[in-house]
């Protein structure tokens, strides 16, 4: 693909480079700092984690990042957003769209029943997704091997399942699956384990971290758990009150952390387990 | 202390569904035949994956739901036949805290008007001295200064604060244990720790007993006396030291499935070979329930259903045939 060269700056290099990105909202009488003036950027195939408290303003980030963030009552969205030097924030409609159907990102979220659809068969809705007039009939094979590939042992019973019929790890797996339809050079995944079981949640990072090596697409990972951190990612943003306040390679992060937050929360998730540490073999 | 306050002999909670396929009502058994002692000021973690029947035996424990099959008893009496003066007493001296506090606190009323709404229901302070105890009531958990809290709303509040006055809404009552379904789950890992803290602290205080239902293996480990691991409606597992030395299978599974804050770790990265379950695709009605997912079932399994017996001579009870010598083979090297 060609980039026209008004649009190309900054360094590209970068996968997705942001530089400076506010999100504000209008929240009744005041103003909400939901993100405020974040750096941030993704190397191709890398797995990159955010975490912070509930109200840190990583969703958000990450919702502007991939534009899904609803025009109503923002009232400032400022910044400079490139995937592969376009810029995202200025692009149209039509664009953005092409972008997401052109090996752009994908996402999936913490409550995959929300963006099911519930009258229809998952099967349906995966086909749907690798073309707009795609039915489970033509694209079959490919449905299935999609399946397969979110780990799946039985995709055409999957397949022939409604959302309601599925476990939730299951249904985020069909989430997965929706999501590399396109074939995405980057997955956004929004808290994707939180909901789920913990046998369950080693099992769909396990999914996600396969496909991440065997793709070579780039994952960037929100959560709250800095285990998940820890087990899946090279480099990590921890963000509080809407800035980010420390970046880090995972294992300095863990090892030397330099802000005090973060100190913080790597000395709690570690007290959390002062016992597991020590195995029980 | 080791009193027990609350026991509960083969109590089992059977729901109806409607089959898959069909209209036939099938049974559901939330709860299979738990027999289970809590004893006084002690604190009891219940952990299990979703669907096991932790919820359910709160509601047991809770008088939200009558056992199907079984016997609950507090203090040696049964509470079918609690006369209505005691059925009260039990209602104040088991109290419930719940997982969403957002949902558990009534939106249309202050934080004064939610606990004074208790504190007049149970009579528990004069009209005069009603602001300095309800004052009081915040303090100890640990909202300063308690005026400040008194006219806001729940939408007004975060998370652990809401979870503050629903606890100092159980606490006021003076119960002897307090019944917490999942508290954790909806708050921050920062608010959990304080969360914990708080509770430990009321214990310290006011010698007052927790059942903490749970899924976070971790935060049970730093405040459990005892935990009971449930799988399937039944307690496979109980003991003071399950974290360091599991016996049985599944509670090794929980174990296993934990992320550990470890950057070098490789559970993720490099999952370890998966042991297949020999009887993986058998499907039994007797036998031992973990059957299809346990990695080392033999004949015996699938044959008879293994119930909760003392392993060696700890505390700890177990419901594994295979116990004994799945602990031999990974005791410490």
Same mark, same amino acid.
């Given at each position: 693909?060609t980039?026209?060269?008004?649009? !190309?700056?900054?360094?590209?290099? $970068?996968?997705?480079?942001?530089?400076?990105?506010?999100? $504000?909202?209008?929240v009744?009488?005041?103003?909400?700092?939901? +993100?405020?003036g974040v750096?941030? $950027?993704?190397n191709?195939?890398?797995?990159?984690?955010?975490?912070?408290?509930?109200?840190s303003?990583?969703s958000?980030?990450?919702?502007? +990042?991939s %534009?899904?963030?609803? /025009?109503?009552?923002v009232?400032?969205?400022?910044g400079?957003?490139?995937?592969?030097? %376009?810029?995202?924030l200025?692009?149209?409609e039509?664009d953005?769209?092409?972008l997401r159907r @052109?090996?752009?990102f994908?996402?999936?979220?913490?409550?995959?029943?929300?963006?099911?659809?519930?009258? *229809?068969?998952?099967?349906?809705q995966?086909?749907e997704?690798?073309?707009?007039?795609?039915?489970?009939?033509?694209?079959?094979?490919?449905?299935?091997?999609?399946?397969?590939?979110a780990g799946f042992?039985e995709?055409? /019973?999957?397949?022939?399942?409604?959302?309601?019929e599925?476990?939730?790890?299951?249904?985020q797996?069909?989430?997965?699956?929706?999501a590399?339809?396109?074939?995405p050079?980057l997955?956004?995944?929004?808290?994707?384990?939180?909901?789920?079981?913990s046998?369950v949640?080693?099992?769909?990072l396990?999914?996600?971290?396969? #496909?991440?090596?065997?793709?070579?697409m780039?994952? +960037?990972?929100?959560?709250?758990d800095?285990g998940?951190?820890?087990?899946?990612?090279?480099?990590?943003?921890v963000?509080?009150?809407g800035?980010?306040?420390?970046t880090?390679?995972?294992?300095d992060?863990? &090892?030397?952390?330099?802000?005090?937050? @973060?100190?913080?929360?790597?000395?709690l @998730?570690a $007290?959390r387990? @002062?016992?597991?540490?020590?195995?029980?073999? | 202390?080791?009193?027990?306050? #609350?026991?509960?002999?083969g109590?089992?909670?059977?729901?109806?569904?409607?089959?898959?396929?069909?209209?036939?009502?099938?049974p559901?058994?939330?709860v299979?035949?738990?027999d289970?002692d809590i004893?006084e000021?002690?604190? #009891?973690?219940i952990?299990?994956?979703s669907g096991?029947?932790?919820?359910?035996?709160a509601?047991l424990?809770l008088m939200?739901?009558r056992?199907?099959?079984? !016997?609950?008893?507090y203090?040696?009496?049964?509470?079918?036949? #609690?006369?209505?003066e005691w059925?009260s007493?039990?209602?104040?001296?088991v109290?419930a805290?719940?997982?969403?506090p957002?949902?558990?606190l009534?939106?249309?009323?202050?934080? &004064?008007e939610?606990?004074r709404h208790?504190?007049?229901?149970?009579?528990l302070?004069t009209?005069?001295?009603?602001?300095?105890f309800l004052?009081a009531?915040?303090?100890?958990?640990?909202?300063?200064?308690p005026?400040q809290?008194f006219?806001?709303y729940?939408?007004?509040?975060s998370?652990?604060q809401? !979870?503050?006055?629903?606890?100092?809404r159980?606490?006021?009552?003076?119960p002897?244990?307090?019944?917490a379904?999942?508290?954790?789950s909806?708050l921050?890992?920062?608010v959990?720790?304080?969360?914990?803290?708080?509770?430990s602290?009321?214990?310290a205080?006011?010698?007052?007993?927790f059942?903490?239902?749970?899924?976070?293996?971790?935060?049970?480990?730093?405040?459990?006396?005892?935990?009971?691991?449930?799988?399937?409606g039944?307690v496979v597992e109980?003991?003071?030291?399950?974290?360091?030395?599991p016996?049985?299978p599944?509670t090794?599974?929980?174990?296993?499935?934990?992320?550990l804050?470890?950057?070098r770790?490789t559970?993720? %990265?490099?999952?370890?070979?998966?042991q297949?379950?020999p009887?993986?695709?058998?499907e039994?009605?007797?036998g031992?329930?973990?059957?299809?997912?346990?990695? *080392?079932?033999?004949e015996i399994?699938?044959?008879i259903?293994?119930?909760?017996?003392?392993?060696?001579?700890g505390?700890?009870?177990?419901?594994c045939h295979?116990?004994?010598?799945?602990?031999?083979a990974t005791?410490?090297?």
């Open positions: 693909m980039i026209p060269q008004s649009q !190309q700056i900054g360094n590209v290099k $970068h996968l997705v480079a942001v530089k400076n990105l506010k999100v $504000h909202f209008q009744t009488d005041r103003i909400v700092r939901a +993100v405020d750096d941030f $950027h993704v191709p195939a890398e797995c990159v984690g955010i975490v912070g408290e509930s109200g303003g990583k958000t980030l990450v919702r502007a +990042v %534009r899904l963030m609803p /025009n109503l009552r009232k400032e969205l400022s400079d957003v490139q995937f592969e030097g %376009r810029d995202v200025k692009m149209s039509g953005l769209r092409e @052109s090996r752009g994908s996402m999936i979220f913490q409550d995959p029943l929300g963006y099911l659809n519930p009258t *229809h068969r998952v099967g349906r995966i086909a997704a690798l073309s707009p007039h795609g039915n489970v009939q033509s694209d079959s094979q490919r449905v299935q091997s999609l399946l397969e590939e042992q995709p055409n /019973n999957v397949a022939r399942s409604f959302p309601h599925l476990s939730g790890g299951m249904r797996r069909v989430m997965i699956a929706i590399l339809a396109r074939d050079k997955l956004f995944a929004d808290e994707p384990t939180t909901a789920l079981d046998t949640q080693l099992q769909v396990q999914t996600l971290y396969r #496909l991440h090596k065997e793709r070579n780039a994952v +960037v990972i929100i959560t709250h800095l998940v951190v820890a087990e899946l990612c090279d480099r990590v943003y963000m509080q009150t800035k980010v306040v420390e880090a390679d995972s294992v992060l863990f &090892e030397r952390p330099k802000h005090t937050y @973060s100190a913080r929360l790597v000395e @998730s $007290h387990s @002062s016992f597991r540490g020590a195995q029980y073999e | 202390m080791n009193e027990p306050i #609350l026991s509960l002999k109590v089992s909670q059977i729901y109806t569904k409607r089959s898959a396929k069909g209209w036939r009502r099938v559901v058994r939330a299979d035949g738990v289970l004893r000021g002690e604190t #009891l973690a952990v299990g994956e096991s029947g932790k919820s359910t035996l509601k424990l939200l739901n056992p199907t099959q079984g !016997q609950i008893a203090r040696g009496l049964e509470l079918d036949k #609690l006369n209505h059925r007493q039990y209602r104040r001296q109290q805290v719940f997982q969403d957002s949902s558990s009534n939106p249309r009323m202050t934080v &004064e939610t606990l208790v504190a007049n229901r149970h009579s302070v009209k005069l001295n009603q602001r300095d004052a009531q915040l303090a100890a958990v640990g909202l300063n200064p005026e809290y006219s806001r729940p939408h007004q509040l998370g652990g809401q !979870q503050r006055i629903a606890i100092a159980a606490i006021m009552l003076r002897r244990v307090i019944i379904d999942e508290p954790l909806s921050d890992v920062s959990q720790a304080q969360i914990l803290q708080l509770m602290d009321l214990r205080t006011t010698n007052v007993g059942v903490i239902i749970s899924h976070d293996l971790g935060a049970m480990q730093s405040i459990a006396d005892r935990s009971a691991v449930m799988y399937r039944r109980i003991g003071d030291a399950i974290y360091q030395s016996a049985h599944y090794r599974l929980l174990l296993d499935a934990r992320l804050p470890n950057p770790g559970r993720v %990265r490099s999952p370890p070979p998966k297949a379950a009887f993986a695709s058998v039994t009605t007797q031992c329930r973990f059957l299809h997912r346990c990695p *080392h079932a033999i399994c699938a044959a259903d293994p119930q909760l017996r003392p392993l060696g001579l505390a700890t009870q177990v419901a295979r116990a004994e010598e799945l602990s031999a005791t410490p090297v």
